[in-house]
């Protein structure tokens, strides 16, 4: 059973950073595409960055280019989420996704990350 849980949300100004964890268990990030997705309320799911093809490839949203970095680490079977330069705006719940070899997706639970201004 494939399992992600994400971690590292919280608030944080205007201009800050953080950084999210999601540690995967019953599949190994390297031989999935990992994303990160973020939801406000209301509105739909964004895809936020992924990496892939044995984590040697990365795809950032327009968005965010710039300010956040996706990374993993395949000794910890993790990935990682640096944010940069926090902006309001990117208030909003973070999820983690491993879309599998058969391309079923797998979503955790989601982290909160709040900006004030």
């Known amino acids: 059973q494939v399992r992600l849980v994400e971690s590292g949300g919280g608030v944080v100004e205007s201009g800050g950073s953080l950084t999210l964890s999601c540690v995967a268990s019953?599949?190994?990030?390297?031989?999935?595409?990992m994303s990160w997705y973020r939801q406000v309320p209301g509105k739909e799911r964004d895809f936020v960055a992924s990496?892939?093809?044995?984590?040697?490839?990365?795809n950032v949203a327009d968005s965010v280019k710039g300010r956040f970095t996706i990374s993993g680490d395949k000794a910890k079977n993790t990935i990682y989420l640096q944010m940069n330069n926090l902006e309001p705006e990117d208030t909003a719940i973070y999820y983690c996704?491993?879309?599998?070899?058969?391309?079923?997706?797998?979503w955790g639970q989601g982290t909160q990350v709040t900006v004030s201004s």
């Open positions: 996704n491993a879309q599998d070899s058969y391309d079923y997706d797998h």
């Open positions: 019953g599949l190994a990030i390297s031989s999935a595409a």
């Open positions: 990496i892939f093809r044995r984590l040697e490839s990365t």
